[in-house]
């Protein structure tokens, strides 16, 4: 096959390795078993304080990169390595990350190698931030080209799997044997099922802008601020809108392994629901450059396709308070600073 997909492999592994333990447990487990598997050169290139500046330093455009790259890896350290990404998402989220992974080649095949920064499926980097330990502080980073997963624990409890970052390029293949693939097409589906289903003038309020961002407004900040919201708000809506707009937040949250996700899907619907804002940007019309995001008391959804002839997404979940377990950790040293 021209264009060798990761999946079989990596969706086998997500099977055999799902376990009955908590998905502290199995993080812990699998990062542990990853960096045993190393030698220590290698060891010394993936590990990193907790506290290191590097933790946040993260992004999803080609790019030098600390960490150490899949590529660099021998067969079954790589296999480690996907064991360790399967404890964070959801078949779903491993499935578009597997994916989205594959996309480099034919990115290679369609620009050629005269690039900085090669289109390579293995151009991923593992970084792992702390001692990882069940009952402590630690975390851990996956990230490339178009993908970017953080995870957080704070005294042995999942704090945050955001910031989170999918893409793709293409967002639609339109040559090849892959023809008609969609890697993210529910995070445009979904979004325009919902600018579709409105009123005029619920419309007019959800449409903010005429011309779509270049990008998301975010980019890679390490908070994330896009100002006050705007747009259509839940409470406007009907119960229909109202269960498409659900949708499309479970699209980007359920990324991570179910119970992660439920969590973060009840910590958004504490805040209120009717304080969501849907907003929309650029054209309306299929296959023309546009921009939504979904914005709430306590996160961001960001969509923006206008690259490469409106065929180059890029899809970010955020977390205003709790980005790298910001609101988590100041709770712990809070408490740990008085039992001092």
């Known amino acids: 096959m021209r264009y060798p997909s990761l999946l079989p492999a990596l969706a086998a592994l997500f099977a055999a390795l799902r376990l009955a333990a908590g998905p502290v447990d199995e993080m812990t487990g699998a990062a542990r078993t990853f960096l045993a598997a190393l030698n220590d050169d290698q060891r010394s290139i993936t590990r990193f304080d907790f506290n290191a500046d590097e933790r946040e330093n993260w992004h999803f455009i080609p790019k030098d990169r600390k960490g150490i790259t899949v590529g660099s890896l021998k067969p ?174 479970a699209e980007y949250v359920g990324r991570l392994r179910g119970e992660l996700a439920e969590s973060d899907l009840a910590k958004i619907k504490a805040a209120g629901l009717n304080k969501i804002y849907f907003a929309w940007a650029g054209s309306l019309k299929r296959g023309e450059r546009h921009y939504y995001r979904v914005h709430g008391p306590t996160f961001l959804l960001e969509y923006d396709n206008t690259q490469n002839e409106a065929n180059h997404i890029h899809a970010v979940w955020r977390d205003f308070t709790n980005d790298f377990g910001r609101d988590i950790l100041a709770e712990h040293l809070k408490h740990d600073h008085k039992s001092k």
Do not use: C
């Not at 597997?98 to 690039?115: F, H, K, N, W």
């Not at 601020?225 to 705007?230: A, F, L």
């Open 76 to 249: 079954a350290q790589q296999n480690l390595a996907f064991a360790l990404l399967s404890t964070g998402l959801s078949p779903r989220g491993f499935n578009k990350a597997a994916t989205i992974m594959s996309l480099e080649q034919i990115l290679q095949d369609s620009e050629g190698p005269s690039r900085r920064f090669p289109r390579d499926p293995h151009l991923y980097y593992i970084s792992i931030f702390g001692t990882p330990d069940a009952k402590g502080t630690w975390g851990w980073r996956y990230e490339g080209h178009h993908m970017s997963f953080n995870f957080t624990i704070v005294d042995g409890a999942f704090a945050a799997g955001t910031p989170s970052m999918l893409g793709t390029n293409p967002a639609e293949v339109r040559t090849g044997p892959l023809t008609g693939l969609r890697v993210l097409s529910a995070e445009e589906d979904l979004a325009r099922n919902l600018l579709d289903s409105l009123t005029p003038d619920q419309r007019h309020k959800a449409v903010i802008l005429e011309t779509a961002p270049d990008d998301v407004l975010t980019v890679a900040a390490r908070k994330a601020d896009v100002g006050q919201p705007k747009g259509l708000t839940y409470a406007q809506m009907n119960s229909a809108q109202k269960t498409l707009l659900n949708s499309v937040i």
